[in-house]
């Protein structure tokens, strides 16, 4: 099957980071022929250095990767269409979804029809939610309002009874070898590989985290923390918090028990290895989020935050969801330390991080949990099989 993949980027990484992903994926695991129309393939290019900026079409890793420019071209509409997070197709392309095929030669020299009796599919992907609710709307058409055509809500989520979560084949025996042997990675990285007496945590955060907190928990915690920064808008807070004028990859900072190196902002596959050899990720968002749990490490999440606090009940979710089966002390020090990250509250990271051990055997179960589901590709591709003969 031809997919087309649209995805325009509001703001940050995550809609490219998830997009790119499962284009990856479809492409690779599942044979499928995906063009990835994108508005800004430079942020594209942040997480995956083998992609042109200056390109308006290229091929990138099996993929063919368009820049989403209006007024768009008049393209012959794929087999399936995803819609990411409802960033809008154009209309020219929907009025296009409707017409009979085969078609006139399009644009780009695409004549390919459906196959008889085949349906195209239309996806909205959905953002990712822990919320009860999702299970009962995954899957559920909505009918176009004038047109003949209709668009299926697909879900990714924590259960069997939505589409999952974005897991390549391989994915977690990577993470298994890194974590059995970190050395080498963290070679690579130009940092001399943890010792078991200090935390050694990524953080990627927004600006509205209480990062001077964080800082003053670590430089004052009893045990050495040793903290990775990928470049980015937080560097400028570490920066003056330390009191300096700015800080650059390569840099790094001392403060009582903390270390902090800032080093690149890097590729995706390289930041998933940087999630598996770190004591604890603070993530973000939704992708990372994602990978965090991947990783079988203590994590920390910080909620991309909404109007009128909506992200609360998501965070509230997802933490009832993750905490069952972890002891009790554990969950309320996991739970208060979340609430904090993400309102500005007092950050006790002794609190948390006493927790450690339960902590990690904790996360371990509850990624292994995980994996017992199929993946967002493989239950995108089935649902669209599905569908496709009415
Ligand atoms: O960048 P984000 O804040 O993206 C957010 C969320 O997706 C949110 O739901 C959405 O509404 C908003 O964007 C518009 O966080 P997220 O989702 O973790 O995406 C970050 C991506 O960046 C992820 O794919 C990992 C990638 N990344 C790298 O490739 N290299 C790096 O060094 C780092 C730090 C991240």
Known sequence: MRWDIFCRIIDNYGDIGVCWRLSQQLAAEHGMAVRLWVDDVASLQRMCPDADASREVQNCRGVEVWRWIEPFPYVMPADVVI??????????????????????????GDRRALPEG??????????LSAERWVE?????????????LTKYF??????????GLLRENGLLAQRDALQHNPAQWWYQLGLPCPISTEATVSLFCYDSAPVSKLLDAWAASTMPVRCLLPEGKTVAQVASWAGQPGLTPGDSVQRGSLTLHVIPFMPQ????????????????????FVRAQWAARPLVWQIYPQQDNVHQVKLEAFLDRYCQGLA???????RAF????????????????????????????????????????????RFCKNQRYP
Not at 83 to 108: I, K, N, R, W
Not at 118 to 127: D, F, G, S, T, V
Not at 339 to 355: A, I, M, P, V, Y
Request: aromatic share 12%; net charge negative; with cysteine.
């Open 328 to 334: 009790e002390d554990a969950a309320a020090a996991l």
């Open 118 to 127: 085949a349906k195209r599919i239309w996806i909205n992907l959905e953002y």
């Open 83 to 108: 819609e990411a997070f409802g960033c809008e197709l154009p209309e020219s392309y929907v009025a296009a979804m409707t017409l009979p095929s085969p078609q006139p030669l399009d644009q780009v």
């Open 338 to 381: 979340h609430q904090s990250w993400n309102s500005g509250g007092r950050l006790d990271w002794d609190d948390f991080w006493r927790h450690r051990a339960v902590l990690q055997d904790h996360t371990t179960a509850w990624a292994g949990q995980l994996a017992q589901a199929a993946d967002l590709a493989s239950n995108l591709v």
């Open 154 to 163: 697909f879900f990714p989520g924590f259960t069997a009874a939505t589409g």
């Open 269 to 288: 596959e390289d930041y998933d290895r940087l999630l598996w050899a770190c004591d604890c990720n603070f993530v973000r968002g939704e992708d990372s």
């Open 136 to 148: 009962g709307c995954h899957g559920m058409a909505s009918p176009h309002p004038r047109l003949p």
